[in-house]
């Protein structure tokens, strides 16, 4: 699915801010043991972004997934980050993202329910949803606040629940007049579904890492 390059791409480099725009991306991993109302309010927020205009209806947005994400934070069981800072890096981090999910996101009905799709699926079972946001931002000292957060956090942390807990506290410090794209993707893209463990261990995915701590 992805072509990762590596965990932050040079991580010598990771928070010298040296180009125009700077790349945040996360995804989420959570098994909701067949919870349907846990899946069932991602979804419902997650679909209700498709109108919002505003940069104060997108930050009033993001705080409701994040508000979910951390709620649900004891469930996460595997994830992602990158924060790409490089000069030309960020903008094709983020078309790299955005094509591959939107490649890869079950909307075809027959991609979904109980019934397996060799080509996309490997099991019925649907303990997973999989949540990932994605932000391309204006590399300036207004966003020094979320800058930081992300910065503060420690190296032993960067794939522990406390890690994922401070990079979904970040979200809500970052002000949308200085964004120049976003997204957010659920996998799959309903709320009846879900992705299953053999799924998220198989090929695409190798990139996951566990996410560690209670």
């Known amino acids: 699915m992805y072509n990762r390059r590596g965990f932050f791409s040079k991580i010598g480099s990771m928070f010298e801010r040296q180009g125009d725009t700077v790349f945040f991306g996360v995804q989420f991993a959570i098994n ?3 919870e349907d109302t846990l899946r069932e ?5 997650i ?4 109108s919002i205009e505003t940069p104060t209806e997108k930050r ?11 709620e649900d934070l004891p469930f996460l069981e595997y994830g992602y980050w990158d924060f790409i800072t490089k000069k030309g890096e960020a903008d094709a981090e983020f078309n790299e993202w955005v094509t591959s999910l939107t490649a890869m996101m079950a909307t ?8 397996i799709d060799e080509m996309h699926r490997l099991s019925s079972d649907k303990s997973y949803v ?10 300036t000292d207004v966003l020094s606040p979320f800058f930081e957060k992300i910065e503060e956090i420690e190296e032993e942390d960067y794939f522990s629940k406390s890690g994922f807990g401070d990079l979904t506290d970040a979200v809500p410090y970052i002000d949308f007049e200085y964004s120049y794209a976003d997204a957010s993707f659920i996998m799959p893209g309903s ?10 261990r198989g090929e695409g995915w190798e990139y996951l890492k566990p996410v560690m701590g209670i």
Request: no cysteine; net charge negative; proline share 0%.
């Open 47 to 50: 679909e209700s972004g498709s």
């Open 60 to 70: 009033s947005y993001y705080k409701r997934i994040a508000a979910l994400l951390r």
């Open 191 to 200: 709320e009846e579904d879900g992705v299953s463990w053999e799924d998220i």
């Open 130 to 139: 999989v949540v990932t946001l994605l932000f391309l931002l204006e590399n």
């Open 32 to 34: 909701v043991y067949g």
């Open 108 to 115: 075809e009905e027959e991609e979904l329910g109980d019934n």
């Open 41 to 45: 309010k991602l979804h419902n927020v």
